[in-house]
């Protein structure tokens, strides 16, 4: 018997990345959860996310100010479709699977707010091919998924050609198997990759920190909306209950 997750079964999904939060610190998956995770995943039809690409997907949703929640984006984690979606064997896998993923959102976004700090590029998950290389073709592919759910946020850089040319090493990488051959870029040698790889993981710190102000905002924004604020005059304790019940307020609501 299969188990398919539901929305509804999900853990809490942090805030943004710039928002404060007093939880501890979230540990990042350790090489057997890393290799756990994969395996998983590689199980899926096809479209769903291996860990290299799950990496990048995360660190473009953490970039930019949409706060877009898990209800959004496991799905496409997942590969999942109207006919298809992720099952899992039993609900402890569900837990452990779901909680490894969830886990690495919450450790990418306290990476990049950590390497901003000390003006370092975060240290992305690149793995190697069959053939031993490291191409970083997926993790560029996971990037470029990321900006499409919320490509209204991204729009500032691509409409600036400046700023739009610390998307050139994603765009490389993304498009360099491409089946139309006119977004293919030139083939190039490992030497070159290198250096494109290198030019992408620095352009995504560049990114993360021309999104700060937006973020910072909506943050603010965000507390804000939750602040609870009292409109009209408070009910003296023996005045009748605003709730319509009959009774005083400090027999009814101002209990509470």
């Known amino acids: ?89 039993d609900e402890g896998q569900a837990r452990t699977i779901v909680g490894l993923v969830t886990r690495h959102w919450s450790a990418v976004a306290e990476e990049l707010v950590k390497a901003d700090a000390s003006d370092t590029p975060r240290v992305p998950r690149l793995t190697a091919d069959a053939q031993g290389r490291v191409t970083g073709n997926d993790w560029a592919t996971g990037f470029t998924r990321g900006m499409q759910v919320s490509p209204e946020g991204w729009q500032d850089v691509l409409g600036d050609d400046e700023a739009g040319e610390v998307l050139v090493p994603m765009m490389m990488l993304h498009h360099e198997h491409d089946p139309d051959e006119a977004l293919r870029p030139p083939p190039f040698d490992d030497a070159v990759r290198s250096e494109v790889i290198e030019a992408m993981v620095m352009g995504a710190a560049q990114l993360y920190r021309h999104f700060a102000p937006a973020r910072r905002a909506a943050s603010r924004a965000d507390r804000q909306a939750l602040t609870f604020r009292r409109e009209g005059v408070k009910p003296g304790r023996n005045d009748p209950c605003t709730c319509g019940s009959g009774k005083k307020f400090k027999a009814c609501c101002g209990r509470n």
Request: charged share 20%; proline share 12%; aromatic share 8%.
């Open 1 to 89: 018997m299969r188990y398919a997750r539901r929305m509804t079964d999900l853990p809490h999904s942090p805030g943004h990345p710039d928002a404060p939060d007093a939880a501890a610190p979230t540990p990042p998956l350790s090489a057997a959860e890393l290799d756990t995770l994969d395996t998983f995943l590689a199980r899926l039809p096809a479209g769903a996310m291996n860990v290299e690409m799950l990496d990048g997907f995360f660190c473009a949703l953490h970039c930019t100010p949409d706060l877009v929640g898990p209800a959004v984006w496991l799905p496409l984690v997942w590969g999942e479709t109207a006919d298809a979606e992720a099952s899992f064997d």
